[in-house]
């Protein structure tokens, strides 16, 4: 079946540092993909949506200009902390569609970030 | 706003044991119901879904039944196995489309031997 492949698995990292996680879609095209996260014991928040060859849309809340999202090809979304601080320590997902509905809908494993 | 509420794990059970996760949620419409599994080290996969009230979504043993006057999506499976062990999330959507999931915290699930 399809595969939706993200990196790292968990990262840790100073304060002020940028982060960047990669989603890629190993065997099909995605040209949308969506990225969560998730604060200990919250519900998985959908944070933005990325778009291949445009700007990523940001849900309600989501600062554009800390989570940096670039969608440069059919395959490979990256997710980019900028300036993390302790409070950005959380878990990240990303998914990709295959078609419109929920059953072609294939998630990465997640990263696990921690600011120090 | 619209909110899916699971029950807080861990959830430890024995191999055979019987299972139920529950699972309630919160909307202004009429939603679809979803339950999502990931394994250890994979990404989340579809487990079973309902569309409308009083369906029964199932799939490797697991059943929901979607039920409108409580609310409720609760997973039950009958003999858990120690493959099942896995973290599993409810979720729903109003639109239909993939971009507005909801999904609940996530509950831990551990089998033993």
């Known amino acids: 079946g399809a595969v939706v492949s993200q990196h790292p698995s968990r990262v840790i990292c100073k304060s002020g540092t940028s982060v960047k996680i990669e989603c890629r879609s190993l065997d099909f095209q995605a040209t949308t993909m969506f990225w969560y996260r998730q604060f200990p014991k919250q519900s998985l928040m959908l944070m933005a949506t990325?778009?291949?060859?445009?700007?990523?849309?940001?849900e309600q809340g989501v600062e554009k200009d800390k989570f940096l999202i670039n969608h440069a090809s059919l395959t490979l979304s990256t997710l980019t902390v900028t300036s993390a601080h302790p409070e950005d320590s959380s878990f990240y997902i990303c998914?990709?569609?295959?078609?419109?509905?929920?059953?072609?809908?294939?998630f990465g494993s997640g990263t696990q970030l921690s600011v120090l | 706003g619209d909110s899916v509420t699971q029950m807080e794990g861990p959830v430890t059970l024995s191999e055979e044991a019987f299972l139920t996760i529950n699972c309630t949620y919160t909307?202004?419409?009429?939603?679809?119901l979803f339950w999502y599994v990931q394994y250890p080290g994979e990404g989340l996969q579809l487990l079973l879904k309902a569309t409308k009230a009083d369906d029964k979504g199932s799939n490797k043993g697991f059943e929901a039944t979607y039920r409108k006057e409580t609310t409720s999506f609760h997973l039950e499976k009958g003999s858990v196995q120690v493959s099942d062990s896995a973290v599993y999330f409810c979720a729903l959507t109003l639109s239909g489309g993939y971009n507005k999931l909801i999904f609940g915290a996530g509950t831990r699930l551990a089998v033993h031997p």
């Open positions: 909307a202004t419409g009429y939603p679809s």
């Open positions: 990325s778009n291949e060859g445009s700007k990523a849309t940001y």
């Open positions: 998914s990709a569609p295959i078609g419109s509905t929920n059953e072609k809908l294939f």
